[in-house]
């Protein structure tokens, strides 16, 4: 585990302060409630609608794949072997999946970004707005949209003053790398 910890999370989860985490796949894809048109195939589902997967979902299947490659089966009789259900792997590395740790970096980021000085370059960069809209094809959710989003499920209504205190900060980064509704 202490391998899983000190090097692989860090390497996947590498430079994440920037990036924007997908929708996902039933907000990303308004075709989806109709998939009860197709019956219960699965194979004709993926067949008809190609639904790309999210960002988010994709570091989760990762986690799981690693997370039961080191914990290996689970012998429950003396010949029946099972893999560790989700609930399982999650009580292990207690709730804190690689999601929340992005989604934690990036306000961690974010705090920084809203500290520094108003003459900063990187203060200046975030606040810029460009001439031209998103090219089409891109996603029209921005960075910034989504870790206010994020502050939006933590309840956090004042975040402006709080960020200001920088151990005030860290304990609500914290508290985000628990949260299972982030």
Not at 22 to 45: K, M, Q, T, V
Not at 98 to 116: E, P
Not at 120 to 133: A, E, L, N, Y
Request: net charge positive.
């Amino acid at each position: 585990m202490k391998i899983y910890w000190s090097v692989i999370r860090p390497i996947v989860v590498y430079d994440c302060e920037i990036w924007v985490l997908n929708p996902s796949n039933d907000e990303l894809n308004p075709i989806c409630p109709l998939l009860a048109l197709f019956g219960d195939n699965p194979i004709i589902h993926a067949r008809r609608l190609r639904v790309k997967q999210s960002i988010t979902q994709k570091l989760f299947v990762f986690e799981r794949k690693i997370l039961r490659k080191i914990f290996e089966q689970t012998k429950e009789a003396i010949v029946i072997w099972r893999i560790k259900a989700n609930r399982e792997l999650d009580e292990i590395i207690k709730h804190r999946n690689v999601t929340n740790c992005v989604k934690a970096q990036r306000l961690s980021w974010f705090g920084h970004i809203n500290r520094t000085a108003e003459t900063s370059i990187v203060k200046r960069i975030h606040k810029w707005k460009p001439f031209k809209g998103r090219p089409a094809g891109r996603s029209k959710s921005k960075w910034d949209d989504d870790v206010r989003n994020d502050l939006k499920k933590m309840k956090l209504v004042k975040w402006a003053k709080q960020v200001q205190d920088r151990l005030r900060w860290k304990a609500i980064v914290e508290k985000a790398k628990n949260l299972t509704e982030l």
